[in-house]
C-alpha cells in the first residue's frame, strides 16, 4: 500500500510540514505497514520555500533585511538541491505574518526587505530565481524592492520617494541608471496564482487591500496611487501595467517584476509540483491525500489539493481531500479526480479550538478516512 500525502499548509494552524505529519500518523494507526511518501506543497504562498528545500534537499541563507513596517527583522533566501537555484518567498520579508493585525497598514508598508533579499542572493553569485510572491503585507506596486536594487523613483523634484503604497501618489519620474546590472543577465520565475490586474475593482488595492488593513478610503486611495506609478512606469519603459493580468499580486510587485525583470509568471502550485517532482512521486500509488485549511469552489481554480489531484489523476491515483473547514461548491472538485473531502472538524467546536487541535484532528481524520478508503476498495474488488 503506498500513499503519497501531500498537503498545503492549514492557515494560521499548521505549516505544509505538520499538516503531513499528521496525515502520515493517522494513516499509520490504521496501517502500519503502508509505505508513506510525504511531500509537503505550496502554491506559491507561504511555506513556498520550505516545500521547495525539503524537497530538493536545499538549504536556506539567513539575512538581516528591512521589515515592512521598518526596523531590522531576520529573514531567508532558499537554494535549491541543484546548488544554483534562488528561492525568495516575500512573506519572509514582506509578509502579513510579520505584522501584528492592529498596525497592518498598507499605506506605509514596504517591499524593500525583498528587495534586499534579492540583492543578497545576487551578491552571493546566484542567476536563476524562484519568487513566491503570495500572503504580502504591501501595496506599494514593489517600488520598495525596486528603491532596494537600486531604481531611483523620484517626485516633481527630483527627490525620491519614501516607502508604502501612499508615497506613489508622489512619483515623477523613475531613474534606471542605477537598477543593478546583474538582473539584466538572470531569469525570474514568479510563482502566483493571482491573475489581478495593477489597478481598477479587480486590481491589487481593491482586491488585497482590505486583507492587509486598508479602509474603503484607503483602498479608493492606493488604487489612485497605483494608477500614477504606473502611467509613469509606461511612459519611462513602454509597459503598461494598467489592465495587465498577474500585475496586481501581491500589492502590485507582480507589475514591478513584469516590467524591470527578465521573468515569466507561471501558476504556484505547477512550479512546486515541477521542482518537487510530484508526477514521478504519484506513479504506482494507491492513493494520494492532500489539503489545506478551506476547501470551496475557489479551490477548483488552482489552489494547492487541486493541482495535485490534477498530477494524479494523469496517473490514474485517486485523490481524498482533508481540510479544515469544507464550504459550498466542493462538488465541482470530483471531477478532477478527487473522490472524497473531508473536514477535520468532528463535533460542534469554535474556530479557536479546532487550530488549537488541528494536528490531533488532522490525525484522526486521517485515520479515518483511510480505513473507509480502503475497506471500500476491498469491497469493490471482491465485486467486480
Known amino acids: 500500500m503506498k500513499i503519497v500525502i501531500a498537503p498545503d499548509s492549514f492557515k494560521g494552524s499548521m505549516s505544509s510540514?505538520?499538516?503531513?505529519?499528521?496525515?502520515?500518523?493517522?494513516?499509520?494507526?490504521?496501517?502500519?505497514?503502508?509505505?508513506?511518501?510525504?511531500?509537503?506543497?505550496?502554491?506559491?504562498?507561504?511555506?513556498t520555500l520550505e516545500t521547495l528545500v525539503t524537497?530538493?534537499?536545499?538549504?536556506?541563507?539567513?539575512?538581516?533585511?528591512?521589515?515592512?513596517?521598518?526596523?531590522?527583522?531576520?529573514?531567508?533566501?532558499?537554494?535549491?538541491?541543484?546548488?544554483?537555484?534562488?528561492?525568495?518567498?516575500?512573506?519572509?520579508?514582506?509578509?502579513?505574518?510579520?505584522?501584528?493585525?492592529?498596525?497592518?497598514?498598507?499605506?506605509?508598508?514596504?517591499?524593500?526587505?525583498?528587495?534586499?533579499?534579492?540583492?543578497k542572493a545576487l551578491d552571493d553569485g546566484y542567476k536563476s530565481f524562484i519568487l513566491a510572491l503570495g500572503g504580502s503585507a504591501t501595496n506599494d506596486g514593489g517600488a520598495g524592492m525596486l528603491q532596494a536594487l537600486g531604481l531611483k523613483i523620484l517626485d516633481e523634484n527630483g527627490e525620491e520617494i519614501g516607502f508604502g503604497g501612499e508615497q506613489l501618489r508622489r512619483v515623477a519620474s523613475i531613474d534606471l541608471s542605477s537598477f543593478d546590472s546583474r538582473i539584466s543577465q538572470c531569469t525570474f520565475l514568479i510563482a502566483s496564482d493571482v491573475q489581478n490586474p495593477f489597478i481598477g475593482?479587480?486590481?491589487?488595492?481593491?482586491?488585497?487591500?482590505?486583507?492587509?488593513?486598508?479602509?474603503?478610503?484607503?483602498?479608493?486611495?492606493?488604487?489612485?496611487?497605483?494608477?500614477n506609478f504606473a502611467e509613469v512606469i509606461e511612459k519611462e519603459t513602454g509597459v503598461h501595467l494598467h489592465d495587465l493580468?498577474?500585475?496586481?499580486?501581491?500589492?502590485g510587485i507582480g507589475g514591478a517584476f513584469q516590467a524591470f525583470f527578465p521573468s515569466e509568471m507561471r501558476r504556484g502550485i505547477d512550479v512546486v509540483i515541477e521542482y518537487t517532482k510530484l508526477n514521478e512521486l504519484v506513479e504506482g500509488a494507491d492513493l494520494v491525500i492532500t489539503g489545506e485549511g478551506k476547501v470551496d469552489f475557489q479551490t477548483a481554480s488552482g489552489k494547492t489539493p487541486m493541482g495535485v489531484a490534477q498530477t494524479a489523476?494523469?496517473?490514474?491515483?485517486?485523490?481524498?481531500?482533508?481540510?479544515?473547514?469544507?464550504?459550498?461548491?466542493?462538488?465541482?472538485?470530483?471531477?478532477?479526480?478527487?473522490?472524497?473531502?473531508?473536514?477535520?472538524i468532528n463535533r460542534p467546536m469554535e474556530l479557536k479550538e479546532c487550530m488549537h487541535n488541528a494536528k490531533e484532528l488532522t490525525e484522526f481524520a486521517a485515520e479515518q478516512v483511510v480505513r473507509s478508503f480502503f475497506y471500500q476498495t476491498k469491497i469493490n474488488s471482491r465485486m467486480g
Open 245 to 251: 493580468p498577474g500585475a496586481g499580486a501581491a500589492g
Open 313 to 344: 489523476l494523469k496517473k490514474n491515483v485517486p485523490t481524498i481531500i482533508i481540510a479544515g473547514s469544507v464550504g459550498k461548491g466542493v462538488e465541482t472538485l470530483y471531477q478532477h479526480g478527487i473522490v472524497s473531502v473531508h473536514s477535520i
Open 17 to 47: 510540514i505538520e499538516a503531513a505529519n499528521s496525515i502520515e500518523k493517522g494513516i499509520l494507526q490504521a496501517f502500519p505497514q503502508a509505505e508513506t511518501i510525504l511531500l509537503p506543497v505550496g502554491d506559491g504562498g507561504e511555506g
Open 55 to 119: 524537497a530538493t534537499g536545499g538549504k536556506t541563507i539567513s539575512v538581516y533585511v528591512t521589515g515592512p513596517l521598518g526596523g531590522s527583522i531576520e529573514a531567508e533566501y532558499g537554494i535549491l538541491g541543484d546548488g544554483e537555484t534562488c528561492v525568495i518567498e516575500m512573506a519572509k520579508a514582506s509578509g502579513l505574518v510579520l505584522v501584528p493585525s492592529a498596525q497592518l497598514n498598507p499605506l506605509k508598508a514596504t517591499t524593500y526587505g525583498t528587495g534586499e533579499l534579492i540583492k
Open 201 to 227: 475593482p479587480d486590481g491589487a488595492s481593491s482586491v488585497f487591500g482590505p486583507q492587509k488593513g486598508a479602509s474603503p478610503e484607503d483602498v479608493a486611495f492606493l488604487d489612485h496611487c497605483l494608477y
